[in-house]
């Protein structure tokens, strides 16, 4: 039973509370219309029909998922690709039984996920930013916890950015000081090459037999550092 507040700023409990009375989650009392006498009467009919509070329990277990924030820190634990996660999380988003539809959009792309509709709330943070298609109007509550959700998502998938700039880095720089230490190899190769070439040229026939000394010692280090 919702008694909203009459002097909310916006009235706005009084919006989250008729989104649940219209989904059958919930009644609505104004709080001028409302006595002891009134109240208590409302308590008996309540109780004396079990199977309509079930409804009404369910109905309201409809509206939204509690673990929608865990799932995506879930998701963001097992999934490092920022692609892959921001894909699987607008899943997660459009899994709502209140939402039918997410567009989202960030600096390298876009993608839709669902049906569109005619009820439509858009949010950005940061570089992500999702347009809600919902069933129905959204209360201030239910807008508030898809703003606080693409909040939290931009969270994560800036952080996998991150990441992936990082890990790229370390690449390049793995890349960079492999390829120093060849150059590096390579260059004392060519010099000991070199060496044996000059020593053969320089040589006399006199010499024939350290010559053929020297190449035998030097030409399988040269071949086994190659």
Sequence with gaps: ILIPYPHA?????????????????AWVVRQDALDADKLAAMLEKIFADPDGLRARAA??????????AERLADLAERERDPVRFLTQA?????ALPWVSGVNWRVSSG?????????????YTFQDVTLTFHTTSPLSPALLMH???????????YQAKLREENQRQNAYTQAIHETGARLTHDVKNLLQSLR???AAVDSSGADEAAALQGLVRRQLPQITQRL
Excluded at 110 to 121: D, I, V
Excluded at 149 to 156: S, V
């Design 59 to 68: 109905a309201a277990k409809s509206l939204g998922h509690a673990d929608a």
């Design 195 to 197: 060496s044996l070439c």
């Design 90 to 94: 607008v899943q997660e988003l459009c």
């Design 110 to 122: 876009s993608g839709e996920l669902g049906r569109p509709s005619r009820f439509q709330a858009e």
């Design 9 to 25: 700023m916006d009235d706005h409990q009084a919006a989250n509370a008729d989104v649940l009375e219209k989904a059958g989650a």
């Design 146 to 156: 898809l703003k606080l959700l693409t909040q939290m998502l931009g969270h994560f």
